[in-house]
């Protein structure tokens, strides 16, 4: 896994954005790290183009956390 460290306190808004709006589903934390941290899991056979698929995915649900 690939953990994804947030500098403000919306990674579960950013998680619960990709899953419920674009389908996009990243490991969450709990506790303490429930808003600094979301994680990516590597199962399967993934190419190039979905890895930047996913960081479009989560630059939009930044913006959209940043103005949410």
């Known amino acids: 896994m690939t953990p994804i460290?947030?500098?403000g306190r919306n990674a579960s808004a950013v998680y619960s954005y990709l899953k419920?709006?674009?389908g996009i589903c990243l490991t969450p934390?709990?506790?303490?790290?429930?808003?600094?941290m979301v994680r990516v899991a590597?199962?399967?056979n993934h190419?190039?183009?979905e890895?930047?698929?996913?960081?479009?995915?989560?630059?939009q649900?930044?913006?959209?956390a940043k103005g949410a």
């Open 5 to 7: 460290l947030f500098d």
């Open 42 to 44: 590597h199962i399967g």
């Open 29 to 36: 934390c709990g506790g303490d790290l429930k808003d600094l």
């Open 20 to 22: 419920e709006e674009r």
């Open 51 to 59: 890895n930047d698929e996913l960081v479009g995915e989560l630059s």
């Open 47 to 49: 190419v190039l183009g």
């Open 61 to 64: 649900a930044l913006a959209w």
